[in-house]
């Protein structure tokens, strides 16, 4: 955190390399905002800097309404050895966003048992991270969950208490008059009327600077036919995504995300079957995109590579992306692209959306679970693949846990979990296991050994061969960040820079 003369520096220049990990509390309004807020700066005399819009909340002040806290970026998960409490503390505040929206809602102890430490040593060094309590972190997270669909949504009140988390109606409206000192529908009054063609968009910032044609560049390469298409600007697709309040009904629909560059955000736009899912489905939008990377940090790193401010592409279906990356073993993305299309004119399920070039989901896993292996291979897949998928597809359900967040054993072996499963899976190497990490987990030092693009683009830098032992040094310079490397050596490969989703 930085000192108040620093942070008050930040707050004059509205910089956004500082939005979602610096805070405003001006004590005159009784209103908290995100640094890059364009309302009348503040006396300083007035302000008190938070390192989490949790903390200004417990210090009982309100998010603003115009600077909004709750569509803030959140912030990138590095591994370091150096500092084992404060990476166990935000890894649980990291699983923390992806649960907080469940009707059980995750419990310390839950919470505890996934990190392999106590329930105290957790409240110990949450509180000493955070400055606040794990429950008093969940329920800002709920808050603003809240706050974001009724202002970004026609969700019922109901609905939007259902949504964020809260069991009852009757907790939301108690929460929300506690900690905001007004009623849910007071608050949808005062929002401003914005009409969007195809409804309400969710609003979802970044820090600049980030690359939206080279994500889109490398999303279209593999992009298969009827799941997903390049929109302007932005990208349509459609999505299978589990009930959050229901288990084991899915919601089938579609999305779509375009980027708002002058105003540093994207907006995302939702099928009115997937709202109900948006506590579960935001995170995931933003590990999607990348939007909680700190560029500055990775840029600092990786400085000697090309394509400054690339973002790491991820996935908002991990067990599409796993299928996908088994069918990309040894073979070429646009090989790995025609047996996914095969695969989703097969057991994908028709959807209904606005554009005629996404109509099918990808398949669910209880469906190529039960997928006869003569089947599987009639589609153009050798045995070796078809044994994999099914062993993954049989796994998923204790596999899914370990892909929502990352959260690693101990100091000692800073790899996902997620890493060592996918591994005892047949057919499954580190190759795969890493490449999952990297996409479907977001695992920003995911490194998959022996990358023959990687070797190639080495090698293109170098002026002479690289091998896997050499890359592999190499690599070492680049931690906690080789993730960030590998797509950007993936992208140096390409013999012109994209300039537009379409091309």
């Known amino acids: 955190m930085l000192d108040d003369n620093a942070a008050y520096a930040a707050l004059q220049s509205r910089d956004a390399r500082f939005d979602g990990q610096l805070f405003v509390g001006v004590t005159s309004t009784g209103v908290y905002c995100r640094p890059v807020c364009r309302v009348r700066t503040p006396l300083q005399r007035n302000c008190r800097f938070f390192a989490s819009a949790a903390q200004a909340e ?10 909004r806290p709750e569509v803030a970026p959140g912030q990138r998960l ?17 699983w923390l966003d992806t649960q907080a929206s469940l009707p059980d809602g995750p419990h310390v102890a839950q919470l505890a048992q996934r990190l392999g430490i106590s329930d105290r040593h957790l409240r110990r060094i949450f509180q000493a991270e955070h400055g606040v309590t794990p429950l008093q972190y969940l329920q800002t997270r709920r808050l603003l969950l809240a706050k974001q669909l009724l202002t970004d949504t026609d969700l019922c009140v109901t609905d939007v208490a259902l949504a964020s988390g809260f069991g009852s109606l009757r907790r939301f409206h108690a929460a929300f008059a506690e900690h905001y000192r007004l009623q849910p529908t007071e608050l949808r009054r005062q929002r401003p009327i914005v009409p969007e063609p195809q409804g309400p968009a969710l609003r979802l910032a970044y820090r600049p600077p980030h690359d939206p044609p080279a994500l889109w560049a490398f999303l279209a390469q593999r992009a298969i036919p009827g799941v997903e298409a390049p929109a302007p600007e932005g990208w349509r697709r459609s999505l299978q995504w589990p009930h959050p309040t229901q288990d084991g009904r899915w919601l089938s629909g579609w999305l779509a995300v375009r980027f708002d560059a ?16 948006s506590g579960t489905l935001l995170p995931a939008v933003r590990r999607w995109l990348d939007l909680d990377a700190q560029p500055e940090q990775v840029d600092a790193r990786l400085k000697d590579l090309p394509h400054p401010g690339m973002r790491l592409p991820g996935a908002l279906d991990p067990f599409e992306l796993a299928v996908r990356a088994v069918l990309g073993q040894q073979v070429t ?3 790995a692209r025609t047996l996914a299309t095969r695969l989703v004119d097969a057991y994908g399920e028709p959807v209904d ?28 897949l050798v045995r070796q693949r078809v044994g994999a998928i099914g062993a993954l597809a049989r796994a998923w359900p204790a596999l899914s846990p370990l892909l929502q967040a990352p959260a690693p054993g101990s100091p000692s072996d800073p790899l996902p979990a997620a890493v060592q499963a996918l591994q005892a899976l047949p057919g499954i190497g580190p190759w795969t296991a890493h490449y999952i990490a990297m996409r479907a987990l977001g695992w920003p030092d995911a490194f998959p050994p022996g990358d023959v693009a990687v070797l190639k683009a080495l090698t293109q830098r170098l002026g002479r061969p ?8 190499l690599a070492e310079a680049w931690r906690p960040w080789r993730a960030y490397a590998v797509v950007r050596l993936w992208a140096s490969l390409s013999p012109t820079p994209p300039h537009s989703p379409l091309s």
């Not at 417990?58 to 600077?67: D, G, H, M, S, V």
């Not at 590095?78 to 990291?94: E, G, K, P």
């Not at 554009?355 to 589609?379: N, S």
């Open 58 to 67: 417990a210090a009982r002040f309100r998010p603003c309404l115009k600077c």
């Open 78 to 94: 590095a591994w370091s050895v150096m500092d084992a409490s404060r990476t166990l503390a935000r890894q649980a505040s990291a």
């Open 262 to 277: 002058p105003h540093a955000r994207v907006e995302l736009q939702l099928s009115p079957s997937l709202v109900a899912a």
């Open 333 to 335: 993305v646009a090989a």
């Open 353 to 380: 959306s606005p554009w005629p070039e996404v109509r099918r989901c990808f398949p669910r896993p209880e469906h190529l679970a039960e997928a006869p292996p003569d089947a599987l291979g009639r589609l153009g």
């Open 466 to 473: 690289c091998s896997v032992r050499e890359a592999e040094q």
